[in-house]
C-alpha cells in the first residue's frame, strides 16, 4: 500500500450560508466565514490589498477596493453567473484549506453540505458543479435534518432554522425526512435586513445608512416583544455622527418573520400522526442565526397555546450545530448511504 493510499480520509460537515459558512473536520476543526469573496477592483486596489482574492471577514471589510461577491442567495448558489460560481468555488475551497492537513500529504474529502429544505434538484446540481474537483465525496443534505442529526434529535421533534436566505423546518421521525416532512420559507435574516433598512430610511431620510451596518445592528440588538431597553445607534446625519432610535423599527422588522413560521410550525404539526403530536410540539427546537433574535422562543410558544402548548428550546451552539450535523453524518454513513443520499 502506498503512502498516499494509506492517508486516512477527512470527513467534513459544511453549513453553506447565505450569510456565514461554517465548517466542522474530523481533525477537530472549526472555522466560520463570512460568504463574500472579492476580487481587486484595478491595479490599485491590488497594489493596497497585496492579494488577488480576497475572502471572508476581510472581503466585506475592504469592499471598496473589489468586485465583490456574495455567491448564496437564499442559501443556495445563484445560477447564472460564472464569476458567483467561481466565487462559490473560492469559498468552499478556503473553508477546506482551514482544516486540511498542512503535512502536505494529500487526503481524500468526503463532505456533507447542508442545503435550504426545498432546494430543486438542479440547485443541488450546480452545487454539485461547483464542488467538482474540490471533493471526492459529496452528499447533500437539508440543513434542518443536519440540524436535527447533530443535536441527536432524530425523533418526534421539530427543527426550525432560521438563516440569513430562508427558514428552514423539518419534522423527524426516527428515519431520513421525506419532502412532505420539510418545509422552506424565503422570509429569514436577509428578510428582515431589507425592512429594517426601508424603515430607517423612512424616518430618517437624512441619515446615510447600509446594509452592512443595518446587518450588525441586527445581529446585536434583534428582539421581538417588548423591548428590554431601547435600541440606540449611531450613523451620519448629513455627515454628523448621530444617534438615532431605532427601537420600534428593530421590533417591526423581527416580527416580520414571525407569523409566517407560526404558520409553517402549526400546519407541520397537524401533519404530525395524532398520538404523536403532543411530543413533537414539546420538543421544538430553534436554530440558525435567527435563533438568537430575543423572547423569539417564547413568542413560539405562546402560539403553541393556541393547540394544547408545547415547548421551544434554543440550540446551545447555532454557529456550528448544523455543520457538526453534516460531520456526525459523514462520519456515520456506510458507502450505500452514500451512494443513496448523494443524488
Known sequence: MSEEQAVAPLSV???????????????????VVDSFVGWPADLVARKVLKKDLVIGRDAVENRTML????????GLIKEGSERDLQAA???????????????GKKQPVRAVVGVPAAALRSNKQYLRNALKGVVDSLMIVSEPFAVAYGLNALVHTLIIDIGAGTTDFCVMKGRYPTDDDQRSLTLAGD???????????????KASVTL??????????????EAAEKVIVTAPVDGVPTELDITKEMRAACESIVPPIVETMLSLLSEVEPEFQSRVRNNITLAGGG????????????????VGGGKVTITDDPM????????AIAQDAQDGDWDRLAS
Not at 428578510?191 to 431620510?205: E, G, N, T, V, W
Not at 452592512?212 to 416583544?225: D, L
Not at 456550528?320 to 460531520?327: A, K
Open 191 to 205: 428578510s428582515i435586513d431589507a425592512h429594517l433598512h426601508k424603515a430607517i430610511q423612512a424616518r430618517y431620510p
Open 212 to 225: 452592512f451596518m443595518v446587518r450588525e445592528w441586527k445581529e446585536k440588538h434583534s428582539f421581538v416583544g
Open 13 to 31: 460537515g459544511i453549513d453553506l450560508g447565505t450569510s456565514r459558512s461554517a465548517i466542522s473536520s474530523s481533525c477537530g476543526g472549526q472555522f
Open 89 to 103: 468555488r473560492e469559498l468552499l475551497r478556503h473553508l477546506l484549506s482551514l482544516v486540511r492537513s498542512k503535512n
Open 291 to 306: 435563533s438568537l433574535i430575543r423572547n423569539l422562543d417564547k413568542t413560539l410558544e405562546a402560539a403553541l397555546a393556541r
Open 67 to 74: 468586485d465583490l461577491h456574495r455567491p448564496l442567495e437564499r
Open 320 to 327: 456550528f450545530v448544523g455543520s457538526n450535523g453534516g460531520l
